[in-house]
C-alpha cells in the first residue's frame, strides 16, 4: 500500500499532504472508490473485471462518500475532518478540519464544494475541494444531521436530527442558499419530524418526507413544497405508513420506511416477514399513493435503481432464518418494478452484522454492487440474484460505501 501524504493549508484549518514520490496511476478506466472504515483507506476496485487494485488511498476511518466532476468527499467518523480525494491523481489531497464531526456530507454538481452537517456542534459548514478552504464560522442550525444537495446545487436543504428534537424544529427545515449562504428555516403544520427530501428538477421544489411516528411525531407522509418565493406553498399531504428514504423515477416517487407498530405476527400474505418495513409508490402528478408493498424492517436510508430493479437496504433490521443451513434474510429488499414483486436475498449467517450502507450500479453492466455486513455483495440486476460467474470480493476490513468515478 503506497501512503499519500502533503501540506496544504486553506481558510479556516485543513491540511493535507504531498510527495514527489505519488504512486503511478492505476490505469483502471472503470474505477470505483470502496470506503474500509476498520482498513483506514479507500480501495480502488476495477468494475469492469470486478477485481480489487493493489493500490489504496489512506484515509482515516472512512463512510459515506460522494462524487461529482472530478472530486470525492468522504464523511470520516469520529473526526472532526472529511477528506477530499482527486479522482484523476487517485490521491487524497485535502482533509479539511471542521469544527466538530461530520454527521452527513453533500457535494455540489460541478464538485467545487462540499457541505457538512455537524450535529454535535449544531450547524452546517461547507469545503472548497480545489484548495481545501474550509468555511471559518458554522452556519448555524439545531442537531443538523441530513444535507440534501439541489440538482443544480443552488441550494442545500438540512434536516434536524428528529430523535432529539423539540418544539418548534419539530415541524422545520432548513434552506441553505449556497451564493449567499443564507439560511432560511421553513415551518409549516405540514411538515411532522422532516426527515430528508427528493427533489425534482427545480432546485426549489422538493419532496419532503414526514418520517411522523418513528420518529417520535404523530402523522408519516410525503408533502410537495415550492420554496421559490417568499412564501412556501405546501401540497396536501400525502400519508405513507412510514417515510424515511426515497427516489424519483419519472412520475414515480418511491418512498420506504417501518413503522413504529409493525404487522401481526407471525408471517402471513400481508408481511411475510417476522416483522415488515413498507415501501409506498406516489404518483408525483396526481400526489395519489398505491397500496403500501412489505418490505424488510430497520431504519431505511438507502434505495437505488437499476434494470428497473429497486434495491432498497436498512439498517437494524429484524433477521430472519434463511431458506438454505447457515443462511438468514438480511436488511436487504429487491422490488422489481416493471412485473411488481419482491425478492429478500439470503446471505451467509456468519456476518457480523446485515446493514446494507452503499449502493452502486455499475455503467454498462447489468451489476450492482451492494454493501452490506460490511462485505461487497455484487448482484446480477436481470436476476436479482447474486451474480454468477463473478468471484465475491473479499474485503479486509469493513466496507461501507462505494461510488464508481468513472463513465
Not at 196 to 225: E, H, K, M, R, Y
Not at 253 to 282: F, K, Q
Request: glycine letters at 10%.
Amino acid at each position: 500500500m503506497v501512503l499519500l501524504a502533503a501540506a496544504m493549508v486553506g481558510c479556516g484549518s485543513s491540511s493535507s499532504s504531498s510527495t514527489s514520490t505519488t504512486a503511478p496511476l492505476t490505469g483502471i478506466k472503470k474505477r470505483v472508490l470502496l470506503s474500509n472504515q476498520s482498513a483506514n483507506s479507500v480501495n480502488i476496485l476495477d468494475a469492469s473485471r470486478d477485481t480489487v487494485s493493489s493500490k489504496n488511498i489512506t484515509v482515516t476511518a472512512p463512510t459515506k462518500m460522494l462524487t461529482a466532476s472530478g472530486k470525492t468527499l468522504v464523511l470520516q467518523s469520529g473526526r472532526n475532518t472529511v477528506t477530499v480525494i482527486d479522482n484523476a491523481t487517485e490521491a487524497a489531497t485535502f482533509t479539511p478540519s471542521l469544527i466538530g464531526p461530520p454527521s452527513d456530507i453533500a457535494i455540489t454538481p460541478d464538485g467545487k464544494f462540499g457541505w457538512v452537517a455537524e450535529r454535535a456542534s449544531g450547524g452546517v459548514q461547507f469545503v472548497g475541494t480545489a484548495d481545501g478552504s474550509v468555511s471559518p464560522t458554522l452556519i448555524s442550525i439545531p442537531n443538523a444531521r441530513r444535507v440534501v444537495m439541489s440538482p443544480n446545487g443552488a441550494k442545500v436543504l438540512v434536516f434536524s436530527d428528529p430523535l432529539s428534537q423539540v418544539p418548534p424544529n419539530t415541524n422545520t427545515f432548513f434552506v441553505i442558499d449556497t451564493n449567499s449562504k443564507v439560511v432560511t428555516p421553513i415551518t409549516s403544520p405540514s411538515l411532522d419530524q422532516p426527515f430528508t427530501a427528493v427533489f425534482g428538477t427545480s432546485d426549489t421544489q422538493a419532496f419532503i418526507l414526514n418520517c411522523g411516528p418513528q420518529c417520535g411525531g404523530t402523522l408519516a407522509s410525503v408533502v410537495s413544497v415550492d420554496f421559490s418565493g417568499a412564501t412556501p406553498v405546501f401540497s396536501a399531504n400525502v400519508p405513507v405508513p412510514a417515510a424515511t428514504v426515497g427516489l424519483l423515477n419519472g412520475t414515480n416517487l418511491y418512498v420506504a420506511g417501518t413503522p413504529v407498530t409493525p404487522p401481526p405476527i407471525p408471517p402471513s400474505a400481508v408481511c411475510p416477514l417476522s416483522h415488515c418495513g413498507w415501501l409506498t409508490i406516489i404518483n408525483v402528478g396526481s400526489l395519489t399513493p398505491g397500496t403500501p408493498i412489505p418490505i424488510t424492517d430497520g431504519l431505511h436510508e438507502k434505495m437505488s435503481l437499476a434494470n428497473s430493479r429497486l434495491y432498497i437496504g436498512a439498517g437494524g433490521c429484524s433477521v430472519d432464518p434463511g431458506t438454505a443451513v447457515n443462511s438468514v434474510r438480511g436488511c436487504l429488499t429487491i422490488f422489481n418494478t416493471t412485473t411488481p414483486g419482491t425478492k429478500f436475498p439470503e446471505e451467509s449467517a456468519f456476518r457480523q452484522n446485515f446493514d446494507v450502507t452503499g449502493f452502486r450500479p455499475i455503467s454498462g453492466r447489468n451489476i450492482m454492487y451492494v454493501i452490506q455486513g460490511g462485505e461487497i455483495d455484487i448482484f446480477d440486476t436481470t436476476t436479482n440474484a447474486l451474480a454468477t460467474g463473478i468471484t465475491p470480493l473479499d474485503v479486509v476490513g469493513k466496507a461501507f460505501d462505494v461510488v464508481q468515478i468513472d463513465p
